[in-house]
């Protein structure tokens, strides 16, 4: 059966020659003039995917794309934004509002067929993955710690997952930081307490349904289980049951599971360390930060770590007083997976937008650099660790 898309535009000769375009690559097309023409269409109809204007008399396209996404029956149809702004902000406010992918008008068929087709493949890649399976399987988990404060941990767990994400992976983010969460902000979603509610849980009370009820959906399919900023969060007593509990859970559900435990070791850090798949080390290439990671590599290499854990190395700012990666990885004896390049202005704008840098400037160096820690992290990577390039 051919795959069905809903063209939205006010313009009718837009509606016809995208139609037409549409068809001559063999699907079928459903067509709608308004916004609410749109919503209407889309529940009913089920599309499989969705090209929606930007301009339109009644419901601009943004607030369509919100709508769309905060309906469950229609919160899953990837979407194609088509509009003739090509500013940059345009196309951040297209992706905040749970955009797929953005064209701009005109567009050529041959472009318009090529993104259609990715977006349909990827669709359909991750529809695939969260079918359930008779039996629930544990994925990898994947636990990111700082060697210090402020190096870049939950950026470097959030990108990573973005970049998993568009290979057609299923990650779930996992914030341990009860009480000073930042990942909430990064998402735009600062106040979820899920962590700390399924924390405070017994560990029989720690089930699929309990977990994925808490589970926070971002805009660009990201899902996550947030701790928030509140201090009275990192008051309350866990269980290492509980703990041991929740990640075996999590493993079920998301493919991988990407763990922010924050800078240094606590007690419960130390315990999760030991369910972890591969451990990542995030440094800065400076000797306070170098020290204090050879410090905590000491503490993991006693738990019986040693051989899960590689290097990232961050770079906070552009300076030739920083550490060369070689000396790094002589220092503390381990491989390095990535370089993070500086890029503070994408990091305020993914800051301000509540979107990962990968998903904002997917074609940048830093995405680029994340993409490869991805690629370094799928199963078929780990059997090649030490192979990822450092460019």
Avoid at 33 to 42: D, E, I, M, V
Avoid at 83 to 102: M, P, R, S
């Amino acid at each position: 059966m051919a795959e069905k898309i809903l063209v939205v535009d006010d313009d009718v000769d837009s509606l016809k020659l995208i139609g037409l375009m549409l068809q001559r690559q063999g699907y079928e097309v459903s067509a709608a003039g308004t916004g609410g023409q749109a919503l209407t269409r889309a529940e009913a109809e089920q599309p499989n995917l969705i090209i929606l204007d930007v301009m339109m008399p009644d419901m601009n396209g943004l607030d369509v794309c919100k709508r769309l996404r905060q309906n469950p029956k229609t919160a899953r149809i990837p979407i194609i934004m088509f509009t003739a702004k090509t500013l940059i902000d345009d196309k951040v406010k297209g992706f905040e509002a749970g955009a797929d992918d953005y064209l701009t008008k005109p567009t050529h068929p041959a472009e318009l067929a090529s993104r259609v087709k990715a977006i349909l493949q990827r669709s359909a890649a991750q529809a695939a993955k969260a079918a359930p399976a008779p039996l629930r399987k544990q994925s990898m988990s994947i636990g990111i710690l700082g060697a210090k404060g402020g190096v870049g941990t939950t950026s470097v767990a959030v990108n990573l997952a973005a970049a998993l994400l568009q290979q057609g992976e299923q990650p779930i983010l996992a914030d341990f930081r009860l009480g000073a969460g930042s990942m909430g902000f990064m998402l735009g979603q600062a106040r979820a307490q899920g962590m700390a509610r399924l924390l405070a849980k017994r560990p029989n009370e720690i089930t699929p349904q309990a977990v994925e009820s808490e589970l926070f959906v971002h805009s660009s399919g990201l899902r996550a289980l947030l701790s928030s900023a509140r201090p009275k969060e990192n008051q309350i007593p866990v269980q290492d049951e509980t703990l041991i509990a929740l990640v075996g859970v999590l493993r079920t559900i998301g493919r991988p599971v990407i763990f922010d435990l924050g800078s240094g070791l606590t007690a419960s850090t130390l315990r999760l360390q030991a369910e972890m798949t591969r451990l990542l080390l995030v440094v800065e290439p400076n000797p306070i930060c170098i020290g204090m990671a050879r410090e905590l590599i000491q503490e993991i290499e006693a738990e019986g770590g040693s051989g899960r854990l590689n290097l990232v190395v961050v770079n906070r700012t552009q300076s030739s007083l920083q550490t060369p990666w070689h000396e790094v990885e002589t220092s503390l004896g381990r491989d390095i997976k990535a370089i993070i390049s500086a890029a503070p202005e994408l990091a305020f704008q993914s800051a301000q937008s509540g979107m990962p840098i990968v998903q904002i400037q997917p074609n940048s160096i830093v995405a680029g650099q994340f993409v490869k820690l991805a690629d370094a992290m799928k199963p078929s990577g780990i059997s090649k660790l030490g192979s990822t390039s450092l460019s």
